[in-house]
């Protein structure tokens, strides 16, 4: 796959659905793109994949890097080989800042995908953690009604994100869905909010091009209902 | 890209919202499949695409073989390179018979992709060709309403089409699609209703992998609102 371009592998509605028994190995996801988000087998943690390596972030606030690629699976994940056209410094005072900052720095891009990094210092910053499912074909709004949130101030980490078109909701998230990995790859997970302390580094993507990989000989994902539950979606991805 | 994976540039939304004057060169979309389904610049006409030949369906009932792909712009368009898996001789009693025929043939492709084609001599055939728009952005519901109709009986041709999953719904269409071209390829249209005349030839194969390309540099596609309008798609391509 060339640089800028979206793989995805399976759909956020299977999710929703609870479709998160099955997968393919992260080494695959991994060979088509080096920055990426997803999470793993029965949704246990969030994933952030930064400068080719995986991280898993998980409810009791430990971060596991994936060494094993080949042997772990992912029932959802979405990457790109991130190669951004845009550098800037600036501060940030939370996610609309960051939305506009994109909006004007993308200005025809409100019906492309947009990957981005920021790089710094945050003077605090909000994430979650989804703990995983208690039993099979739980939903992500019951995963996530259990979720742990985590709280840093003055940390110095990494933001990965996408943002959607409006059309892929269902498909993945409509708008930005970011995840964060501290410095030390010790703490991490899915962005609630965020203030940067002083200036950071936004290297960011404008892309056109869209891979779906559906799960094959996977029942779950084959009986699962998959429509659109875009409130639910918004409520725990938004 | 390899066998029976869907390509597609640009989404039924964007043609919803009267996005049609710009595009991609169709040799590029036939470097990504050999069978498949599209329209042309403003709407103008129905296109199949057969065995690696492109045709236009006019609405006044003609048929143009497009001997230039290099030159001719579609501005959306779904194709596959097609190698069928599933081959059987049957005859249908219409579009609901063909849709059950697949589901029963494809008992785990709720959630995937299907190609299917058929080749044989049709009792009764209504297919309708897009007549183009009368102005800049009109939309594919009004370009629709005035579409013609044509009727056949006793005629030799091939049928090929997709059935997309629910959840793309608004980037294609969910649900069943076909085209029609006379063996002689001098008439065909967007499929109403059929009937075969004793067994035809059917092929099909499911595929899980979906790449779609968006159109770039292209300001209609940029502006277009592209909201999901289901009842509206559902109505001019179900």
Redesign the interface.
């Known amino acids: 796959m060339a640089c800028n371009e979206v793989f995805q592998y399976s759909?956020v509605?299977?999710l929703m659905d609870g479709v998160a028994t099955h997968g393919t190995p992260i080494a695959r996801v991994l060979a088509q793109g080096d920055h990426g988000l997803g999470t793993f087998r029965n949704m246990v943690g969030e994933m952030i994949v930064v400068d080719g390596e995986v991280y898993q972030m998980k409810a009791d606030g430990s971060v596991v890097h994936i060494s094993n690629p080949e042997e772990t699976v992912t029932p959802f994940a979405t990457v790109t080989r991130f190669r951004p056209t845009m550098h800037t410094r600036i501060s940030l005072t939370g996610k609309e800042d960051l939305e506009a900052l994109l909006t004007r720095l993308f200005p025809?891009?409100?019906?492309?995908f947009l990957a981005v990094r920021m790089d710094g210092v945050f003077r605090r910053i909000h994430f979650r953690t989804a703990g995983g499912q208690i039993s099979p074909r739980e939903g992500m709004v019951d995963v996530c009604a259990r979720q742990t949130v985590h709280s840093f101030e003055g940390v110095k980490g990494t933001i990965f994100g996408f943002r959607c078109?409006?059309?892929?909701m269902?498909?993945n998230v409509a708008g930005d869905h970011m995840h964060f990995i501290t410095d030390d790859r010790q703490r991490g997970g899915h962005i609630l909010a965020f203030e940067t302390e002083g200036e950071v580094d936004v290297a960011a993507a404008q892309m056109?091009?869209?891979?779906?990989?559906?799960?094959?000989?996977d029942?779950e994902?084959?009986?699962?209902t998959?429509?659109?539950q875009a409130q639910g979606i918004k409520a725990v991805e938004g």
Chains 1, 2 share one sequence.
Do not use: C, R
């Not at 025809?108 to 492309?112: D, G, L, Q, S």
């Open positions: 759909i509605s299977a025809a891009a409100k019906n492309h078109p409006q059309y892929v269902g498909i056109s091009n869209f891979h779906l990989e559906l799960p094959t000989e029942d994902f084959n009986q699962a998959l429509v659109l």
